[in-house]
């Protein structure tokens, strides 16, 4: 598990020391209608549902963002997302951040991914990113993805090995593709773990807009019915909300596994760390300082942008000793880890 907790350690210091080198950059102008001499001015972020603060998602984009300001001496921006906002305002928002002399503009979240198309063709010369789509076919976008699955399924070999009721569960923000598949490597490496492990699964909401991603009172009471049926691990994918599971989890002295950052290092869960195992992380502040470096490089990332298992892009946090020093996990993990780097594990995606 060495190798693994080198992934782990490297995704999770992204939050201040990248991982993958690529990103940063200097400003160029943008279409004959709007253009920017703003040179070197940074990135800009256009975070998604739940905003900075989120220990989570958006978190570790800041962190790449922080990372790129600290070593190209940019100042960036980032900008919080509105209650009930539609994709003319996302649009609006990434075109005021293009105008001002940002290059690369990020949009944190699939939900940009309307906008973030309207508006690069609108200004050619600037990059545009967008986290967890990849649906975008344009010259100056860069589709951010990941293969949460595969993380997920080290999540689920965690739980497999760590429950003591042979209950465990997972909770979805929102019930879309993007967390079927954290859903579906978890449960699969549950199941290819520990035969007779029941896996509850429970998603909060069917839209973001209603608050699955940015509601922790429902994680929490999501946590606390799966706890009533005998849950002792439970692994959450729900942004903002999976705040509520962790503190559900502390109150019931059960494990939860945290989600996107190193959630056992945050500063605003310490008083619940203790509960936390491990976290399934994927590097989010390594691509947004992948494609800042590449842009400050002059050869900017565009098409789709796959971080996985091999290439350190997701994997798991070591940062709990609990966790780290348990050497029949470890060692489970790792044949895990080799299964699905050489393709003998193929992990679901639904």
Not at 77 to 103: C, F, H, I, M, W
Request: aromatic fraction near 6%.
């Amino acid at each position: 598990m060495r190798r693994l907790s080198r992934i782990a350690v490297a995704g999770i210091a992204s939050a201040t020391l990248a991982v993958i080198a690529t990103g940063c950059g200097s400003s160029s102008s943008s279409s004959s209608s709007s253009s920017s001499s703003d040179s070197g001015k940074g990135l800009a972020l256009a975070y998604d549902v739940g905003g900075k603060g989120d220990q989570s998602f958006n978190d570790a984009a800041t962190a790449g963002m922080d990372k790129a300001d600290a070593e190209f001496g940019y100042k960036s921006t980032a900008v919080e997302p509105q209650d009930g906002e539609s994709d003319a305002d996302k649009a609006q928002r990434l075109e005021q951040l293009a105008k001002q002399g940002y290059n690369p503009v990020i949009g944190v979240g699939f939900a940009y991914a309307p906008a973030v198309k309207e508006v690069a063709a609108k200004f050619p010369k600037v990059t545009f990113g967008v986290v967890d789509d990849e649906q975008i076919k344009a010259d100056n976008v860069a589709d951010m993805v990941f293969t949460e699955e595969q993380g997920s399924y080290l999540a689920g070999v965690t739980a497999a090995l760590t429950t003591k009721t042979n209950v465990v569960g997972f909770v979805g923000g929102v019930d879309i593709p993007l967390i079927h598949k954290f859903e579906a490597g978890y449960k699969q490496g549950v199941e290819d773990t520990k035969k007779g492990v029941t896996v509850k699964s429970q998603y909060l909401t069917e839209t973001a807009q209603e608050g699955g991603f940015s509601s922790p009172d429902k994680g929490e009471n999501a946590a606390e019915g799966m706890i009533d049926d005998k849950a002792d691990v439970i692994y959450a994918a729900a942004g903002l909300s999976g705040q509520g599971v962790i503190k559900a989890a502390a109150a019931n002295k059960i494990w939860a596994i945290g989600v996107d950052s190193d959630q056992y290092k945050q500063d605003a869960l310490a008083k619940y760390k203790d509960s936390i195992l491990t976290s399934a992380m994927k590097d989010v502040a390594g691509a947004v300082y992948n494609l800042a470096k590449s842009v400050k490089d002059g050869k900017p990332e565009t098409g789709v942008v796959r971080a996985d298992l091999a290439s350190g892009g997701v994997g798991l946090a070591d940062s709990n000793p609990v966790f780290k020093d348990n050497a029949t996990l470890q060692a489970a993990l790792a044949k895990a880890e080799a299964g699905i780097k050489d393709g003998s594990i193929k992990v679901k995606t639904s």
